[in-house]
C-alpha cells in the first residue's frame, strides 16, 4: 500500500513569508507526528496528532509554527514569517496511535529560506 | 531530560568485519529504544526495537539499562549496510528522541 507522503519535496521561500507543508498518512493511521532535521542532526519532534487533535506540542520552536489536521488524515505544518534558521528537512510520520505502533516516515520536505 | 548520544558521527569497516555503532541514553523511566536506517535516496525506517527482542539483516541491539546504552551489531558487515542509523528513544510518550546519527561506510 501506499506510504505516508508529504508535498512539496522541496520548497525554497524568502525570509519573511509564509509556507505550508503537508502530510497524508498511511491510510486508517490515527497518530500522525511531525520532525524537524536540520543539517547534521537527528530529528527532532515538533508535534504529534492523534485524530484531529494535537495530543502534544511542546516541540514546537515559538507562535511561528502551527499545523492542523482538521478531518483527523492529512495534515498542513504552517510556518509564518520564515527565518534562515528554519531551513530543515520536515518530516512526517504515521502510525496506527498508541504508544506500541511504529511509526511510519515520510520521504520529507526540504525547506530553504533565503 | 531524555537524551540520546551517538559518539560516532561516522565508522568505516570492511565487508565481513564485526561492526558496533554505539548510543547510549539518558531517561529516568523505562525507555523503549529504537535503531532506524535510512539508506540513501530513501525514507527512514524502522531497523529493530528493543522489545522486539529480533535480529534484523543479521542486526542485533540489547538494551542494557545498568550502562543505558543500546548498541547495535552485526557480526559480519555487508556493503548493502552502508548508510546513516538513528537511535531513538520513547520515554513516557509518543514522541521519539533522536540521536544525531552515524554514518556507516561498508568498504569493498
Known amino acids: 500500500g501506499a506510504g505516508v507522503s508529504q508535498t512539496p519535496s522541496n520548497k525554497v521561500t524568502e525570509k519573511g513569508k509564509y509556507v505550508e507543508l503537508r502530510c497524508d498518512p498511511i491510510?486508517?493511521?490515527?497518530?500522525l507526528y511531525w520532525y524537524r532535521q536540520s543539517l547534521g542532526q537527528g530529528p527532532e519532534f515538533l508535534i504529534y496528532?492523534?485524530?484531529?487533535?494535537?495530543?502534544?506540542d511542546s516541540g514546537l520552536p515559538n507562535d511561528r509554527f502551527f499545523a492542523v489536521r482538521p478531518e483527523g488524515s492529512v495534515s498542513t505544518l504552517k510556518i509564518q514569517r520564515t527565518e534562515r534558521g528554519d531551513s530543515a528537512v520536515y518530516l512526517c510520520?504515521?502510525?496506527?496511535?498508541?504508544?506500541?505502533?511504529?511509526?511510519?516516515f515520510g520521504p520529507g520536505t526540504r525547506l530553504t529560506v533565503t | 531530560a531524555q537524551r540520546v548520544t551517538q559518539p560516532e558521527k561516522l565508522l568505516s569497516v570492511f565487508k565481513g568485519a564485526p561492526v558496533e555503532l554505539k548510543c547510549n541514553y539518558s531517561?529516568?523511566?523505562?525507555?523503549?529504544l529504537f535503531w532506524y536506517v535510512q539508506y540513501s535516496r530513501q525514507r527512514l525506517q524502522l531497523l529493530l526495537r528493543?522489545?522486539s527482542r529480533e535480529s534484523i539483516k543479521g542486526f542485533t541491539a540489547d538494551l542494557n539499562k545498568g550502562e543505558t546504552s543500546f548498541h547495535l551489531k552485526k557480526p559480519f558487515a555487508q556493503e548493502e549496510d552502508s548508510a546513516m542509523y538513528y537511535c531513538?528513544?520513547?520515554?513516557?510518550?509518543?514522541?521519539?528522541?533522536f540521536g544525531k546519527g552515524t554514518k556507516l561506510t561498508v568498504n569493498p
Open positions: 528493543h522489545i
Open positions: 510520520a504515521s502510525s496506527q496511535g498508541g504508544y506500541a505502533y511504529e511509526q511510519y
Open positions: 531517561y529516568s523511566g523505562s525507555p523503549e
Open positions: 531513538a528513544l520513547k520515554g513516557g510518550s509518543e514522541k521519539l528522541v
Open positions: 491510510s486508517g493511521h490515527t497518530a
Open positions: 496528532f492523534q485524530g484531529t487533535g494535537a495530543a502534544d
